[in-house]
């Protein structure tokens, strides 16, 4: 059994309402999103794939589109807060999520999103969303079985 990794980067705003910091603001972050995924090696001589546990850029069409391109450059709020209520129609990208848009709530979110459209032959290891160089929350298998 063999784990492979690939990093995504994206920038996004959000707000924590409630929040008792300078978080509780509209602010950005750029966000780094590491997937790790493990599987068997295939073995299989003369195969495009041999070698491979899955192409990276298999990976990559899983994360990106529902993650990296939905959240790229958007702003992200809790649908549960006031903010749900001010009109930001002027822009293009504002996501009203059911929960407080925090890193360990993102990561959660984001796993279920990776785990439902993964191929069958591989399993999703761990996630880590990073909001700054020095802060990430990581979600495991492990701790979620």
């Not at 848009?101 to 979110?109: A, G």
Request: net charge negative; aromatic share 10%; with cysteine.
């Amino acid at each position: 059994m063999i784990r492979i990794t690939k990093e995504f980067k994206f920038e996004m705003a959000h707000a924590l309402h409630g929040y008792d910091g300078l978080c509780k603001n509209i602010h950005g972050h750029s966000y780094k999103l590491w997937v790790t995924i493990k599987g068997n090696v295939k073995n299989e001589k003369g195969h495009i794939k041999d070698g491979m546990v899955m192409d990276f850029s298999v990976l990559k069409d899983v994360v990106k589109p529902e993650i990296i391109d939905k959240y790229d450059h958007s702003l992200v709020l809790n649908a549960n807060s006031p903010h749900a209520s001010i009109d930001l129609s002027a822009f293009e990208k504002v996501f009203y999520l059911p929960y407080q848009p925090t890193s360990e709530n993102l990561v959660m979110d984001f796993a279920a999103i990776i785990q439902s459209t993964l191929p069958n032959h591989v399993t999703l290891c761990k996630v880590v969303l990073s909001e700054t160089v020095t802060s990430f929350a990581e979600w495991n298998i492990e701790d979620n079985q």
